[in-house]
């Protein structure tokens, strides 16, 4: 919309110059000096003088004997609509780099890589993490919770997670030689909540952001390999969340040699599904030559799945 005059608007009474009025709101959304409104009262003069130059194009071409209500209406529909189609779509498809950027999140050299965790599942970023060896951040957000995981080449060192969508806070503790032990314990437990939470997310988005470690980071005295860090996670989960999960006809195979796995700290059950995959037996023939119930079959897939050990064999092709 170009720069225009405004025309004098003559001819109104009162409760058209309130009508009039109302449409400021709209004129708002683009930013432009309106030209001079003569011949009203003020205050109205001032308030309109205020108004933007899509208004003031808009109330030029009012008829002088028209239903001022009605073209009014028409006017703020038709400014609304430009809005809408216009300026609020660019502002939706700006990424979400931009948006992290604008919001001081990150530094706009610092972003690695951001996704959707619909397509980029977290365990699978996790994972990336870790085979890149990565000094890193993992921020993640939703409407349901938002998190951050912090990693030392690869291995984690702390983290933080808030419900809803508000940031998290900083739990970081004041670490030193002289830490307790139930200090410790409570950074890992914070760490597999967070992690656990962070897995069970459906939607939602992600950022790793390279950073160089804060003294307070670099302080903390435990580096958690990702594979003990996913499987403690994944033990937290609750037997509701293995109902109807695994399709008995699914076929694991085994991404880690039986010598490795025996370095993880595996449960006897997770031990025993493990050593009955051989990349051809379903999940229902496991379960019947395990001898363990189907729940306690499903979990132990459920975290040698997301530690790494094990994939589905639809995902060697």
Same mark, same amino acid.
């Given at each position: 919309i170009t720069q225009q005059e405004a025309a004098p608007i003559e001819f109104l009474e009162a409760p058209e110059i309130e009508t009039l009025l109302e449409i400021e709101t709209a004129?708002?959304?683009?930013?432009q000096e309106a030209a001079p409104i003569e011949f009203l009262e003020a205050p109205e003069i001032e308030k #309109?003088?205020?108004?933007?130059? %899509?208004? =003031?194009?808009? !109330?030029?071409k009012i008829p002088m004997e028209s239903n001022y209500t009605e073209y009014i209406d028409n006017a703020v529909e038709r400014i609304t609509k430009k809005f809408l189609q216009e300026e609020f779509q660019f502002t939706i498809q700006k990424s979400m780099k931009d948006i992290l950027k604008q919001t001081g999140v990150i530094k706009s050299s610092d972003i690695i890589l951001s996704g959707d965790l619909s397509v980029f599942p977290i365990v699978d970023v996790l994972h990336l993490i870790t085979d890149k060896k990565l000094t890193a951040k993992l921020s993640i957000f939703s409407d349901i919770l938002s998190a951050e995981i912090y990693f030392d080449q @690869? /291995? =984690?060192l702390n983290a933080s997670k808030s419900n809803g969508s508000a940031a998290p806070s900083d739990k970081t503790i004041q670490f030193s030689r002289d830490s307790t032990v139930d200090e410790i314990h409570s950074l890992k437990e914070n760490i597999y909540d967070t992690i656990y939470a962070a897995i069970e997310l459906?939607? @939602?988005?992600?950022? +790793?952001?390279? =950073?160089? !470690?804060?003294? /307070? #980071? *670099?302080? +903390? %005295?435990? *580096? !958690?390999s990702m594979s003990t860090a996913l499987i403690e996670a994944s033990r937290k989960a609750n037997d509701g969340v293995f109902s109807g999960m695994f399709d008995e006809s699914t076929v694991f195979f085994k991404v880690l040699r039986d010598l490795t796995i025996k370095d993880y700290n595996l449960s006897k059950s997770e031990l025993r599904i493990s050593a009955c995959i051989n990349g051809e037996r379903s999940i229902g023939d496991i379960i019947d030559i395990s001898g363990l119930d189907k729940m306690q079959a499903s979990k132990a897939f459920y975290v040698l799945l997301n530690s790494g050990i094990i994939k589905t064999c639809k995902g060697r092709i």
């Amino acid at each position: 919309i170009t720069q225009q005059e405004a025309a004098p608007i003559e001819f109104l009474e009162a409760p058209e110059i309130e009508t009039l009025l109302e449409i400021e709101t709209a004129a708002d959304i683009i930013q432009q000096e309106a030209a001079p409104i003569e011949f009203l009262e003020a205050p109205e003069i001032e308030k #309109l003088q205020t108004a933007q130059t %899509p208004v =003031i194009a808009e !109330l030029e071409k009012i008829p002088m004997e028209s239903n001022y209500t009605e073209y009014i209406d028409n006017a703020v529909e038709r400014i609304t609509k430009k809005f809408l189609q216009e300026e609020f779509q660019f502002t939706i498809q700006k990424s979400m780099k931009d948006i992290l950027k604008q919001t001081g999140v990150i530094k706009s050299s610092d972003i690695i890589l951001s996704g959707d965790l619909s397509v980029f599942p977290i365990v699978d970023v996790l994972h990336l993490i870790t085979d890149k060896k990565l000094t890193a951040k993992l921020s993640i957000f939703s409407d349901i919770l938002s998190a951050e995981i912090y990693f030392d080449q @690869g /291995n =984690i060192l702390n983290a933080s997670k808030s419900n809803g969508s508000a940031a998290p806070s900083d739990k970081t503790i004041q670490f030193s030689r002289d830490s307790t032990v139930d200090e410790i314990h409570s950074l890992k437990e914070n760490i597999y909540d967070t992690i656990y939470a962070a897995i069970e997310l459906k939607s @939602g988005s992600f950022s +790793i952001e390279k =950073i160089s !470690l804060s003294d /307070n #980071l *670099r302080d +903390i %005295p435990i *580096r !958690l390999s990702m594979s003990t860090a996913l499987i403690e996670a994944s033990r937290k989960a609750n037997d509701g969340v293995f109902s109807g999960m695994f399709d008995e006809s699914t076929v694991f195979f085994k991404v880690l040699r039986d010598l490795t796995i025996k370095d993880y700290n595996l449960s006897k059950s997770e031990l025993r599904i493990s050593a009955c995959i051989n990349g051809e037996r379903s999940i229902g023939d496991i379960i019947d030559i395990s001898g363990l119930d189907k729940m306690q079959a499903s979990k132990a897939f459920y975290v040698l799945l997301n530690s790494g050990i094990i994939k589905t064999c639809k995902g060697r092709i």
